[in-house]
Nanobody, 114 residues
Framework: QVQFVESGGGLVQPGGSLRLSCVAS????????INWYRQAPGKQREVVAT???????THADSVKGRFTISRDNTKMTAYLQMNSLKPEDTAVYYC????????WGQGTQVTVYS
């Protein structure tokens, strides 16, 4: 069964950093592009960053220069390094393959407070 487990979220002040992890199972991880998504209260889920199977990355304009997506195929894990966090980054963060499967994890809460 396909499963994505996110972790690493927390409370942080503006300007702080967090590193999120996404452990996948049930898929041939190295063959899939992986997306990080986020969903803030009252808003639609949005793609934050994508990493292809060959390691090419793209980041949403809102996080470009602050967030970095990466992956370790040996650990079936994707990461999202988040620096210079802002209050508007507050959301639940999810990962999924691209295109997304029906199997969403619980996500990890990131709260940036001043």
């Amino acid at each position: 069964q396909v499963q994505f487990v996110e972790s690493g979220g927390g409370l942080v002040q503006p300007g702080g950093s967090l590193r999120l992890s996404c452990v996948a199972s049930g898929i041939m991880f190295r063959f899939y592009a992986i997306n990080w998504y986020r969903q803030a209260p009252g808003k639609q889920r949005e793609v934050v960053a994508t990493i292809t199977s060959t390691g090419t990355t793209t980041h949403a304009d809102s996080v470009k220069g602050r967030f970095t997506i990466s992956r370790d195929n040996t650990k079936m894990t994707a990461y999202l390094q988040m620096n210079s966090l802002k209050p508007e980054d507050t959301a639940v963060y999810y990962c999924n393959q691209n295109p997304p499967s029906d199997y969403w994890g619980q996500g990890t809460q990131v709260t940036v407070y001043s």
